[in-house]
């Protein structure tokens, strides 16, 4: 008889946001925006902003202390590998997980994984068939974003909605009942148009220039994201073999909180089965859903066993789903 492999799941998470701060109030001095308007639109008061001379990689690396400072000095033990999922990457080469390999001397296979803001689960997932098929054992994964440096800060319907921050996880085998129970990821590249930013092509294939910087068409963005919150969360659930009543926590992407709240309306689940902090950070894509996760966890909020439901969406337009089973370490 086979045995079947051991299980992936989290063991370690660590998150970081820059600490220089822009409120709703400083954007109201230098936009034709309002407290107001953000507010009831999004949810956000603030959103944390990197400094001048801090990068991506930057970010990255000290989440991956924050995770140091939390499980100890042997948490990067034996990692394997490193994935950078970001959008913002320092460089298009050398992937920003390079740089995150040496700062802290790993032995390790590295690259950088684009998938919008539903990048830290594509990550999870690529570390997931990693440490499952046996080829590496322990696979650092980031999420970490310098979104405000390719903002139009002119651009009232983008510049208030997004921040930078950065979130880090281990991922490795973990006993039952613990680890990712499901994953579900997707894309729909006909809505390539709607949220893009250029790189070195000129163009879409329709041939829509791309944006020099972040262009965002919010109102299909929207219809998108409240679709596939519900139906890929759905899916999610059902793959792990539960129901909704099994969740203890949604931690969604942080985008919108209108979104975040029609997501929680579908799936039937009360108020405190949700985390919400965008209120405090803004958008800061692929970060959003370990930093949102390192709050519940702060908070008291997460138990070992707890069946956790991270779903997010982006560019792509891509969405990514996850049942994750909190605990095992
Ligand atoms: N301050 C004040 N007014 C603003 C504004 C701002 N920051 N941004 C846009 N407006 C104005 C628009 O110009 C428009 O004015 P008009 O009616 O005179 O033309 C009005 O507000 C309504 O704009 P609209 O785009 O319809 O607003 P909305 O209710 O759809 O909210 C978003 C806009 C961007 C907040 C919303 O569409 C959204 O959150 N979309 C999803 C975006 C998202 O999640 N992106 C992340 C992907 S990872």
């Given at each position: ?137 322990k696979v650092l994964t980031i999420g970490a974003e310098a979104l405000t440096k390719v903002l139009d800060w002119e651009d009232r319907s983008t510049a208030v909605l997004f921040g930078d921050g950065a979130g880090a996880s281990v991922v490795e085998a973990v006993p039952e009942p613990y680890g990712l129970k499901s994953i ?146």
């Amino acid at each position: 008889m086979t045995s079947r492999a051991a299980r992936a799941g989290v063991t370690a998470l660590g998150a970081y946001a820059p600490p220089k701060v822009i409120t709703n109030s400083d954007l109201e001095k230098v936009l034709d925006t309002s407290d107001e308007w953000i507010r009831t639109r999004t949810g956000i008061r603030k959103r944390h902003v990197a400094a001048d001379n801090e990068f991506t990689s930057d970010l990255a690396v000290r989440s991956v202390e924050d995770l140091v400072a939390r499980h100890g000095e042997g948490a990067l033990d034996g990692v394997e590998f490193v994935i950078v999922a970001t959008n913002t990457p320092d460089a298009l080469f050398p992937a920003t997980a390079a740089l995150v390999q040496d700062h802290f001397g790993l032995k390790a296979g590295a690259f950088d994984l684009l998938a919008a803001c539903p990048g830290w689960i594509y990550a999870l997932s690529v570390a997931k068939a990693y440490v499952e098929s046996g080829q590496y054992r322990k696979v650092l994964t980031i999420g970490a974003e310098a979104l405000t440096k390719v903002l139009d800060w002119e651009d009232r319907s983008t510049a208030v909605l997004f921040g930078d921050g950065a979130g880090a996880s281990v991922v490795e085998a973990v006993p039952e009942p613990y680890g990712l129970k499901s994953i579900v990821l997707g894309v729909d590249g006909g809505g390539a148009h709607h949220l893009h930013k250029r790189a070195t092509g000129c163009c879409l294939p329709n041939g829509e220039p791309l944006s020099d910087t972040l262009y965002m068409n919010g109102r299909e963005v929207f219809k998108f994201a409240v679709r596939v919150m519900h139906t890929s969360t759905v899916e999610a659930v059902e793959k792990a073999e539960l129901s909704n009543s099994d969740i203890s926590l949604l931690v969604p992407h942080q985008a919108n909180s209108r979104i975040i709240e029609a997501a929680r309306e579908l799936l039937g689940l009360s108020q405190e089965r949700v985390v919400v902090t965008v209120d405090e950070y803004g958008n800061n894509s692929t970060a959003s859903i370990p930093l949102a996760l390192k709050h519940a966890l702060d908070e008291g909020r997460v138990e070992a066993g707890d069946h956790l439901l991270l779903v997010s969406f982006g560019a792509g337009l891509t969405w990514g789903a996850s049942v994750l089973t909190w605990g095992g370490a």
